[in-house]
């Protein structure tokens, strides 16, 4: 309803949307819902289309907030259910919200109206801001996919980098446990998997090539002490210089295990005397005490692998819950093909940016990832963090897709 005098206030004021001329009463401006100051009734349209433009971008945003929000308390519960570790702690659920929680959200508030955004037909007052077939048809597939490329890229990860991914495996991975039948000098038989570390038994240079060879974790062990060494062949080794350098030593520059990503801080490796086949056994076939210290020292490398191993696997399940987020929010930008308004936006594309290089340097810059409880990744598992939000492209876009075509038949009448 329209107007302009005295006379009209009372239209105005039951009216659904009274709009009141600039140029009008103050008494018709008073009880007026709209005043066009400049009196042209065009501007109505302008301002209708921005209010939807409004209304699209708030449903947006409240739709990309309770998905990855679901979808992380998804996360949560599985690795529960699963006895996995969390792939997010405090710090990692900090970084998480800078970089897909307050960023990501602000390209959602710059999105521009849609090209049919008229044509649209009125919404009641009781319309949800988030239709229920968006649930439907995108909300929930995208929390199926998420928490399962999630989960998925974690045991991924456990399992290259540690050897198991349940957490009472993974307690027990670096346990001793043997069983002798008498004493000092007497040889004893280790469990099938005494340690189960992958990146100990990977066959790397750095981590002893010909130590994990041959017996498949099956070595024999020889007491001696009271403690035990490790036993591979009956030859002679290099034993005369254990006085002067141990067969563990410092880590060359830029050491990695075979995928690529950091070894631990303070890492021991085998020098490469120690690198053959019978270096862990004294001249006799036995152990010394010297030999027993020495496997001190190799269990302390194996507990640092197991926790730099489940770092590197908590990761990439870190990074590609946030890697999928950003596919999520950018695919909810608009409901055309992501390819038609990927580029539409330049304050989307800054922040994806943004938001990219930021996660980045959490996981790469030394100090930083340290205070975040994350580790850099190689190229292998990098590459296994991409699959997560590929496949949330590919889901979210396909929904979009039946979607935009229910919509079409729902128009002309045909089934719905």
Not at 141 to 165: D, E, N
Not at 223 to 244: F, K, M, N, Q
Not at 352 to 369: A, D, G, T
Request: net charge neutral.
């Amino acid at each position: 309803m329209t107007g302009d005098g005295v006379n009209d206030a009372p239209a105005l004021c039951q009216a659904d949307i009274g709009v009141a001329m600039g140029s009008g009463t103050k008494v018709a401006g008073c009880v007026a819902d709209v005043v066009l100051r400049d009196d042209k009734l065009a501007d109505i349209a302008a301002a209708i289309e921005e209010g939807r433009r409004a209304f699209a971008n708030i449903g947006k945003v409240i739709t990309y907030w309770l998905g990855i929000n679901v979808g992380e308390m998804l996360v949560s519960l599985m690795v529960l259910f699963l006895m996995m570790p969390k792939p997010y702690e405090a710090a990692n659920q900090m970084a998480m919200g800078l970089t897909t929680g307050t960023l990501g959200v602000l390209p959602l508030c710059f999105e521009p109206a849609e090209r049919a955004v008229m044509k649209d037909a009125p919404r009641a007052r009781k319309d949800s801001p988030v239709p229920a077939r968006v649930w439907r048809w995108i909300v929930v597939p995208f929390w199926l996919v998420f928490s399962t490329a999630a989960i998925g890229t974690l045991y991924a990860g456990l399992r290259m980098h540690v050897g198991a991914h349940r957490g009472p495996e993974i307690a027990q991975l670096c346990s001793f446990a043997y069983a002798c039948d008498g004493g000092v000098g007497t040889t004893c038989t280790a469990d099938t998997n005494p340690y189960m570390c992958r990146c100990l038994a990977s066959g790397t240079e750095q981590w002893g090539r010909q130590q994990t060879e041959g017996n498949n974790f099956e070595a024999q062990f020889t007491a001696a002490t009271g403690l035990a060494g490790i036993a591979y062949a009956r030859e002679e080794g290099p034993w005369d210089r254990v006085s002067e350098e141990g067969p563990l030593g410092p880590c060359s520059p830029g050491s990695a295990d075979p995928f690529g990503d950091a070894l631990p801080r303070g890492a021991r490796c085998w020098r490469p005397w120690a690198l053959r086949r019978g270096g862990l056994v004294g001249p006799d076939g036995r152990t010394t005490q010297t030999q027993a210290r020495v496997y001190e020292a190799f269990l302390l490398d194996q507990r640092n692998c197991v926790r730099q191993g489940t770092l590197l696997a908590k990761s990439m399940g870190w990074h590609t819950m946030v890697l999928a987020q950003l596919a999520f929010l950018h695919c909810l930008r608009s409901p055309r093909p992501l390819l038609e308004t990927f580029t539409r936006n330049s304050t989307s594309l800054l922040l994806l940016c943004v938001s990219l290089l930021i996660s980045e340097c959490l996981m790469y810059v030394p100090k930083v990832n340290a205070f975040f409880d994350l580790a850099p990744l190689g190229l292998v598992s990098f590459a296994i963090t991409m699959i997560g939000p590929a496949m949330v492209v590919l889901t979210v876009e396909g929904s979009k897709s039946l979607l935009r075509e229910w919509q079409r038949q729902n128009l002309k009448g045909g089934p719905t």
